[in-house]
């Protein structure tokens, strides 16, 4: 019953930036998975689903790429939401961006790590 909900999303012109978030429901705290990864992942048409950013359970993030030094992954435990800081947005980063989570470690880029998923929320980058 795990359900995640990402919002945010929306059309900005190239530089621009975009704040994207996850409000996490519906889960039961268990003493055997107490650690919990979260994370951002994208994909464009014609295109595999990859890996953006994913925060522990301690706050380390881990970014691709492509977006370090202009995405910045942060979560607030108390209120479960999960938040995405998108700045210097390029047309490449257009893509349907996912919300995704999993008990415990590793915490990666790994898409088939992750067992919860949102339905996504559209970002288009124009230039």
């Known amino acids: 019953q795990v359900q995640l909900v990402e919002s945010g999303g929306g059309s900005v012109q190239a530089g621009g930036s975009l704040r994207l978030s996850c409000a996490a429901s519906?889960?039961?705290?268990?003493?055997?998975?107490?650690?919990?990864?979260m994370g951002w992942f994208r994909q464009a048409p014609g295109k595999e689903r990859e890996g953006v950013a994913t925060?522990?359970?301690?706050?380390?993030?881990t970014y691709a790429d492509p977006v370090k030094g202009r995405f910045t992954i942060s979560k607030d435990s108390a209120k479960n939401t999960l938040n995405l800081q998108m700045n210097s947005l390029k047309p490449e980063d257009t893509a349907m961006y996912y919300c995704?989570?999993?008990?415990?470690?590793?915490?990666?880029?790994?898409?088939?790590?992750?067992?919860?998923w949102g339905q996504g929320t559209q970002v288009t980058v124009s230039s």
């Open positions: 995704a989570a999993k008990w415990g470690f590793p915490c990666r880029l790994v898409k088939a790590d992750f067992g919860y």
């Open positions: 519906g889960y039961t705290y268990s003493s055997s998975y107490n650690s919990v990864c």
């Open positions: 925060i522990d359970t301690y706050g380390s993030p």
